[in-house]
């Protein structure tokens, strides 16, 4: 038995479920961060605009693979996102 597949047995709703409740921390955080941290609180959208990749998928409309591929690079743009603001920001404060 492949590592998850017990997963394969919680109905999609479930998933569509959790994707919503995550989309509420990441727009808590975006409002926490968006006045001391504004780079950070507008790369978060990134994190957010991942969620209905996985709708898509839960709706039938793309597979898995894009669904976790187009997440990947949606994280991946996030965290160069971050971390490219937070050098100008401590570089600015020099």
Same mark, same amino acid.
């Given at each position: 038995?492949?590592? @998850?597949?017990?997963?394969?047995?919680?109905? *999609?709703?479930?998933? +569509?479920?959790?994707?919503? %409740?995550? +989309? @509420?921390? *990441?727009?808590?955080?975006?409002?926490?961060?968006?006045?001391?941290? $504004? +780079?950070?609180?507008?790369?978060?959208?990134?994190?957010?605009? !991942?969620? $209905? %990749?996985?709708?898509?998928?839960?709706?039938?409309? #793309?597979?898995?693979? =894009?669904?976790? +591929?187009?997440?990947?690079?949606?994280?991946?743009?996030? !965290? !160069?996102? #971050?971390?490219?603001?937070?050098?100008?920001?401590?570089?600015? =404060? =020099?």
């Amino acid at each position: 038995m492949p590592l @998850g597949e017990f997963l394969e047995d919680f109905p *999609g709703v479930l998933f +569509v479920a959790i994707h919503v %409740v995550m +989309v @509420g921390i *990441g727009l808590w955080a975006i409002f926490r961060l968006r006045e001391e941290h $504004p +780079v950070a609180a507008r790369a978060l959208w990134l994190y957010v605009a !991942v969620h $209905p %990749v996985f709708w898509a998928f839960w709706a039938g409309l #793309i597979t898995l693979k =894009a669904a976790a +591929v187009t997440e990947q690079t949606l994280i991946m743009a996030m !965290v !160069v996102w #971050i971390a490219l603001g937070a050098r100008r920001a401590a570089s600015r =404060a =020099a």
